[in-house]
């Protein structure tokens, strides 16, 4: 899947513009193209909200995106990193197998792993070790990114604990995890989409999930 959006390296929304128009604006239209309802924390979350990424087929459908809440995260070479406290919802479009849009092959079903390797390799972005060389950097993403990705295949396995957590108020079964690194949960919510999320200092515990009524307010 490709992304559209155009984010800084820490994967917010960066300054720049593209014809005059600002990035910001360029962020949130790719979420108004979408013909799914987006998800973020409900209203017992009173801290910042923002947006970050969405990400489409070839033919340029919206398939995920994800809403960031607290911080927005970012990889420092000190210690301040572990105190940030944040927490990001992804948002996948569930959909079968299908043809893709320019008729050149086959793009594969959404399912709830769709949602947790998103989360999964979302949390990887942000909490590569500090003190790590950046040398071996990209061979330390490679094996936790096919870690992640191993995981997300194996949602009933020992790895995942069963987590409940209200999506519009009604209890949702989710697939939960934890790690040195964050924690990442994925689950369905009504509306034919999957929820993922992942953070870092605030506890999975508590959360909430409701559908965003104006994805414009997070930008």
Do not use: C, K, N
Not at 198 to 212: E, N, V
């Amino acid at each position: 899947m490709e992304t559209t959006s155009r984010v800084g390296a820490d994967g917010a929304p960066d300054a720049g513009t593209a014809e005059g128009v600002p990035t910001a604006r360029l962020t949130v239209d790719g979420y108004l193209r979408a013909p799914f309802p987006w998800y973020g924390l409900d209203e017992a979350f009173t801290g910042p909200r923002w947006l970050m990424q969405v990400g489409t087929a070839a033919d340029g459908t919206v398939q995920h995106g994800s809403t960031g809440h607290g911080e927005e995260p970012s990889v420092r070479s000190d210690a301040a990193e572990d105190r940030q406290r944040f927490a990001v919802v992804v948002t996948v479009a569930s959909s079968p197998v299908r043809r893709s849009g320019d008729g050149t092959g086959v793009l594969d079903a959404t399912t709830v792993s769709s949602a947790a390797w998103l989360a999964g390799s979302g949390l990887l972005a942000y909490t590569w070790p500090a003190q790590m060389d950046h040398t071996l950097r990209d061979d330390w993403l490679d094996q936790q990114t096919e870690t992640a990705f191993e995981l997300a295949d194996d949602l009933d396995g020992p790895a995942w604990s069963a987590l409940s957590l209200p999506v519009d108020g009604v209890p949702v079964a989710f697939h939960y995890r934890e790690s040195e690194f964050g924690w990442v949960l994925a689950g369905s919510a009504h509306g034919g989409v999957h929820i993922g999320a992942y953070g870092r200092g605030m506890s999975a515990y508590g959360l909430g999930f409701s559908a965003i009524g104006d994805i414009t307010s997070y930008a």
